[in-house]
DNA sequence: ATGAAAGCGCTAACAA
DNA sequence: TTGTTAGCGCTTTCAT
């Protein structure tokens, strides 16, 4: 490396690059946008001296001047939860195919947070603001979006809520999401078709959005089958592995009332399935299960987990394809993405003597 | 929102606010920064009016001049391996913590994007850049990191390669990793103190450093209890969930000489397992499987994988804790991280017979 | 207590 | 073909 005694204080600037060269900085900045003509003599000196001198150009500098590089930022709960890695990383995936950076927030669940991040994300001048995720929505949430929304469009970016809904159809953000509603009707509906008649959702998060669309999807496929509403059962533990390790083992303590379980996601549906293995019980002999997103390790389970695909690293490209092509930021747009079930081996007609049997 | 005309084209500015305020930007820039006394009144003005305009400081504008927000980059190969993501979610962690802003970027393996997105990062001006995951370590790969350490010290900042080696120890990089033989041996040596004495090791990536520590501390351990130079048997498939499967399916078709399996990490354990299951033989009864990094779900593979835990979270917080603590680059610090084995039910004494039997 | 003005590193007119 | 110059939005002396 050519090290002059240029660097002694930090970066590198065009400056120096254009003395080395010999030639003024305007010459530099054109060879290196390389988007003007430069004769081959000049531009050959200058990329050398840049080369020996290990030059960089300060993207702050340029984003201030110039448009600045484009930028997405997805904010999601966690990227150590199976789902979320996997939209982050179709965004990701879509986003460096066109040439565009992106930023991974997360924020724990903390709306705190991702108020906080949004923020940041404006400040560094992001284009597109992708939020994963299902929410409480309560009015909180709808003003804090809105507000989100208004702010972004105001500085000429983009914001997409993956997975929740608008706040009203009148701001404007976009919405990509798959039919939780659908999903969950096709797999209860793959349970009764199973004879079973007593199906347990386990997994309930009142006030998500996301859960109470499976939750009604579920009590609409009860109810399509001539099932009374009461047959509906629904604990509401919320989400992850502890929680429905935890739910699961309290239901087997009490009562035995049901010959299947509907996992509100895949993770639930592991905590179930360890509990259930845990009580002496097996799957799908004495319970079925299922579960909802079909992550990369559902077929690694024991059983392997009978559950919904929700093809999430096509949520997270659709996301970014979907905001970048429509050019008016059409307000409301509303897009379902399908889902379809995946059959393994947790699922079996209910035991014919009414009820699950010890081992 | 209060809102006027002034936001017409794009961003407000710090002039809007001024001009709404009636100051000048110097004394809004002080009561923003809040690191100047400012008289109550004129404070209150300035947040009025910043609030009323809905300003956010432009972070570019901002890093110019000034210190700019604190960044740490993340390049892994992809934020969906379980392991990967823990880590960053550690390095995320740390950061927020710090009030630093985190990056992540994936490379899918492909040192060309690692390059270009270190690049990046010099340009984005982050004081932290941390390459995550194992390499294999040639030639161009010792260059390419003595060039990135180069660059990044030239400008003020650091790097840190956790799980993998520093080209060179007067290099400007910290080291944070595992000890892999360590690791790699204990389990090992679990395997032997159950009585197996024909153990394969499946996953082996000739040239990746952590997995080559992990072949010798299988060979290692297989030495320290007597056996033969060639007792060990490695193959060679590489990582992931797929290729575990594959060669796995290929060893029950040809020999069975063998009654355990040292799977390179988790994943190749899961696509092995489900190979064993395949070909009708019952883990651990017919054959014992161990895995490496014991990944959340580890625990609800079919049987519960015994596997060695490196706590991944704790590498990433530990990468960013110790690279701002440690004030000069402390060149060549190498930090090793310990494991431990973690027991389940993948493991018994090999089949009295001496060798595996079908179902 | 507050304003005016000088840059930070870069790009893009505008000159030469 | 190449150089000079005026900002981009902000912070920070230096005056007032």
Tied chains: 1, 2.
Aim: charged residues 20%; hydrophobic residues 45%; aromatic residues 4%.
């Amino acid at each position: 490396m050519g090290s002059d005694m240029t660097t002694s204080k930090g970066r590198v600037t065009i400056r120096e690059v254009a003395e080395r060269a010999g030639v003024s900085v305007a010459t530099v900045s054109r060879v290196l946008s390389g988007n003007y003509p430069v004769p081959p003599a000049t531009r050959t000196r200058v990329l050398r001296a840049a080369r020996d001198l290990d030059y960089v150009a300060n993207a702050h500098a340029r984003a201030l001047v110039g448009g600045g590089r484009k930028m997405v930022a997805v904010v999601l709960r966690q990227v150590t939860s199976p789902f979320y890695a996997q939209v982050a990383e179709g965004v990701e995936a879509e986003a460096a195919a066109r040439g565009w950076l992106c930023l991974v927030g997360t924020t724990g669940g903390d709306p705190g947070r991702e108020l906080e991040f949004v923020q940041l994300m404006r400040e560094e001048g992001a284009r597109l603001v992708i939020l994963v995720g299902g929410v409480v929505e309560d009015d909180a949430y709808r003003e804090r979006v809105a507000r989100y929304a208004q702010a972004l469009d105001a500085s000429g970016a983009r914001l997409v809520l993956c997975g929740r809904p608008a706040p009203d159809p009148g701001i404007p953000a976009l919405v990509v999401e798959f039919d939780n509603e659908a999903g969950a009707r096709a797999i209860t509906g793959h349970l009764l078709s199973a004879g079973h008649r007593r199906i347990v959702f386990l997994g309930g998060l009142p006030g998500n959005t996301a859960l109470d669309a499976r939750v009604a999807g579920y009590r609409a496929a009860l109810a399509e089958h001539g099932l009374p509403t009461d047959a509906a059962h629904v604990i509401d533990c919320g989400l992850g592995r502890a929680a429905g390790h935890r739910a699961m083992s309290e239901l087997l303590k009490n009562t035995r009332e049901f010959t299947a379980v509907f996992a509100g996601d895949d993770m639930v549906a592991a905590g179930a399935l360890r509990a259930i293995a845990d009580a002496g019980l097996r799957v799908p002999h004495d319970i079925s299960v299922v579960g909802y997103n079909d992550i990369p390790l559902a077929e690694d389970f024991n059983p392997p987990l009978t559950t919904v695909r929700t093809p999430a690293e096509e949520l997270g490209r659709a996301a970014v394809r979907i905001a970048l092509r429509d050019p008016d930021h059409t307000a409301g747009t509303h897009h379902l993405l399908g889902t379809h079930i995946v059959v393994r081996d947790s699922v079996q007609p209910p035991p014919t003597d009414g009820g699950p049997t010890p081992v």
